[in-house]
């Protein structure tokens, strides 16, 4: 969280955040290089009679202030882009969260174990709720909570207006949109509790909504997540006040949908033997007759009416007879000549696209040392973050895993 008197970035808390730091820090050595530079020529331009005295039409000098800042430029877009890029890119999340705004609280759900639904309101803290230590305005009675160093996703919507939730030391910060999900990677480097504000204005208490993220170890997580889903289970098999009949009813219930499902297989299935045994073969048959006959019907009519002239001026006829005939054996003589050169330019053209792919790759190349060069983090601390990551996922894997095969 921000602090009193604070300059520049908070501390970044994800992968992000950290690049996001990276590329201010960037951004402000070109900012205060080019604010100190031409604010120093300005001065001595205004100070020293001699000292612009080359500047007007200088064709070298005028290259350079043109291809200079076009160059500064791409300096500063580059990085910007790649990271615009990265913060859209979710990959491959282990667990979602679906965020919801409302006015004015947000709501938390976890729905993707089992088919349960485990959900819950965050509302601010009123300041006479609050206890020593807490912050005033930022404090939750429920937090969001993530895991440490796994990739989560979180999935945010709204049911009333536009909120935005964010996170500005994870560099987080997604429109919650109502009929829209948006979905942002949220991966946090170390445990603890993360704060944040709605970032769009939705109504009085726009400032009474706040974001509170807990980010705690993997085990942790997997048995809050886990207890708390089975905790739901139980209650949606038992609950709703029907008890034993309840739960018999959605078993007969059940039993009644899966036999409708086998019924739906066995029509598809006789309507799929009724299509291919008898529409299919039929249409084949029927079509491939007609075209056969129409043929005929057209060739036998040619060669009569061929017949036909030939009766009348033979000498005519006997012409045009060896001319299409000869014109027939020289597309065939042509297409066994002509197969060779045809062959040749094939393996031309083979060659012109290995020549363009190498080139391709030359370029892929020149892309992946920009990528590299474009980063704010250093190849140690992204092996670092890698390794952790795996190691936190499969521990999170290994523990819905456990979970599962305990309970059966
Ligand atoms: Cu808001």
Not at 2 to 27: C, N, R
Not at 115 to 121: A, E, H, I, T
Not at 229 to 249: E, N, P, Q, T
Request: proline fraction near 2%; aromatic fraction near 18%; include cysteine.
């Amino acid at each position: 969280m921000g602090f009193w008197a604070q300059v520049g970035l908070q501390e970044a808390t994800s992968v992000l955040g950290m690049e996001l730091v990276g590329l201010h820090d960037h951004m402000m050595f070109f900012f205060v290089l080019t604010f100190s530079f031409v604010g120093w020529t300005l001065l001595k331009l205004s100070v020293s009679k001699v000292f612009g005295r080359f500047y007007l039409d200088n064709d070298s000098l005028e290259s350079v202030w043109i291809f200079l800042p076009f160059i500064v430029l791409v300096c500063l877009g580059l990085p910007s882009v790649k990271l615009l890029y990265l913060m859209d890119d979710v990959g491959l999340p282990e667990s979602s969260v679906k965020v919801i705004g409302h006015q004015w609280y947000w709501t938390y759900e976890y729905t993707d174990m089992r088919g349960s639904s485990y959900s819950y309101d965050s509302y601010m803290l009123k300041e006479e709720m609050l206890e020593d230590g807490d912050y005033r305005l930022l404090e939750v009675d429920n937090r969001c909570v993530v895991p440490r160093m796994v990739s989560m996703r979180s999935l945010v919507s709204s049911s009333d207006v536009i909120h935005s939730w964010a996170i500005p030391s994870a560099g987080v910060k997604v429109d919650a949109v109502p009929g829209r999900v948006n979905q942002v990677s949220v991966c946090f480097l170390r445990s603890g509790v993360f704060y944040g504000q709605c970032s769009e204005l939705c109504g009085v208490n726009h400032s009474f909504m706040p974001i509170c993220v807990e980010c705690v170890s993997v085990n942790s997580f997997s048995e809050w997540i886990l207890n708390n889903h089975d905790y739901m289970l139980s209650k949606k098999l038992l609950g709703s006040g029907w008890g034993v009949f309840g739960a018999i009813f959605k078993v007969i219930g059940a039993i009644f949908k899966g036999v409708c499902y086998l019924v739906s297989l066995y029509f598809t299935y006789l309507y799929y033997v009724f299509y291919y045994m008898m529409v299919v073969p039929v249409k084949y048959v029927v079509v491939t007759s007609w075209s056969v006959l129409w043929w005929s019907v057209k060739t036998s009519f040619a060669l009569l009416k061929w017949l036909w002239w030939f009766t009348d001026s033979p000498f005519d006829a006997l012409i045009f007879a060896f001319w299409h005939v000869g014109g027939i054996i020289f597309n065939v003589v042509l297409f066994v000549l002509m197969s060779p050169v045809k062959a040749v330019l094939k393996t031309v053209k083979g060659i012109y696209s290995g020549v363009v792919g190498l080139l391709k790759v030359t370029l892929f190349l020149f892309e992946a040392i920009l990528f590299s060069m474009s980063s704010f983090t250093s190849d140690s601390f992204k092996e670092y973050v890698m390794s952790e990551v795996n190691y936190n996922t499969k521990k999170f894997i290994w523990n819905l895993c456990e979970h599962y095969n305990f309970r059966r």
